[in-house]
């Protein structure tokens, strides 16, 4: 007896040739409507191949294992699948059909009584299938994940939450292949890293926030402390966003390892930045008081220094570095409680395009610790609970015909200070941000003002040389 086919009402075809157990619902009947429904339906094709696995695994004999493990076969969309898995039924239900033959049920509806050997042999069979099933239908996800061709994965995401004990190590592989990947890659410039397309690290550093994962701060940080452009071709602007979250997320009881990425010259100079922002969170999370959160900075500012035999800043020093530690130090409010002052030539380090002598000073008259740490409040969670939530409002996956209606952040008096500058990221454009005041004066790391993708120390400062 042949496999039978049929369409749903949407099109979809579907295997319904197995006998169906009256005391269950076929609920596997109903057909899915459109893409969006996919979201929220709990018996998509992966969902049931775990489902026959979980079925098969369980105690009693092998034949009622294998009519319970059937069940969720019948009714499974046959619309999409590969040859191989189609013939793969096929073959699995030309076997099934063989043994029923020889022996007679009492009616076309009720199942056959199986020997023991033939029950062992379909439990065989039906696992097989079960788990080419699952392989293709996770293969499927990752590729999305994979390259994600400006369109946010919400479906594929979504049945990967339901089963994230199944893809995390998927996820942790391909981020490491991906990583040694970059590693045989030489760095002559910040378009080496162009040749990587693989998204799933990026998406990876979201889930695995959303997930809990402490199994992969190993990697994360393995990608982080890459040189030169190898983390935004991984994580591409995650490294601005999520980084600092990720970071004060995994590691708010070991601040040594942070400390020792904001402090390797090896390492990007905006990851080193991002990761001396997740000192914020530290702060609002209660986890570090301001005073220590000071003390800590304040030795980094200092450990970051390349000094000159004058004294004066040398020619690698990393003055955005520089700023952007003050920046955190004033934004958790502690510019009254720090050493670098005003007046004092630890300024000659600072590039005052991100923070300027008037902010710090300004910020240094305010006593109160609740209005000083405003800013921190306004903070978004440490961690995401629905990441998909948050990627929903990047521009990089806002189609262009869709209204962007996120509420606005509240106006304040005071201007905020600027964000790290953001920078091109290798197939993920950068999230949407809050238009900064440019500085006259453009930094030498700063992308070039005249649109070219490339560092301004590399682009037109060279010409202007």
Known sequence: MAIDRRSSPSGESRLNSFPQDSRRPASADQPLSDGQQLMTLENTRLDQAF?????????????DRFFTALQELNGIILTGLSDSVRDAIESFGLKYNAIRRGHPAESPE????????????????LHQVAELI????????LNRLHNHDSVLPEAEVIEARRHREWFVPYLLSECREQIEKLKKLEYHDDTSADDQTSSVPFFSLFLFSEWGIDDSVPVIMEGMSLPGEAPFALFGDAVHSQLPKYLAQFLA?????????????QANLYVRWSSANSYKYLVRDQIISIDDAVTRLEHLFHQTKIADENGRPGAEHPYELSAGLLDVICSIGGASRTTISTDNK???????????????SELSEIADDEEATAE????????????????RFWASFRLDDKPFSRTPAPNHSKPARPAIPPRSAANLPPAVVKPVKQPARVPRNAMCPCGSGKKYKQCCLRKQG
């Open 51 to 63: 489902a026959i696995l979980d079925s098969l695994q369980q105690t009693g004999s092998a034949a």
């Open 110 to 125: 009720s199942f056959p009584k199986l020997s023991d050997e033939e029950a062992d042999e379909l439990v065989v069979g």
């Open 134 to 141: 699952r392989d293709t239908e996770s293969e499927r996800i």
């Open 253 to 265: 009881n070991d601040l040594d390892r942070i400390d020792a990425l904001i402090t390797d010259p």
């Open 346 to 360: 630890n300024w000659d380090f600072i590039d005052e395009a991100v923070i300027s002598t008037e902010d710090v």
């Open 376 to 391: 921190l409040r306004r903070l978004p969670p440490t961690r995401v609970e629905d990441w998909l939530e948050e990627l």
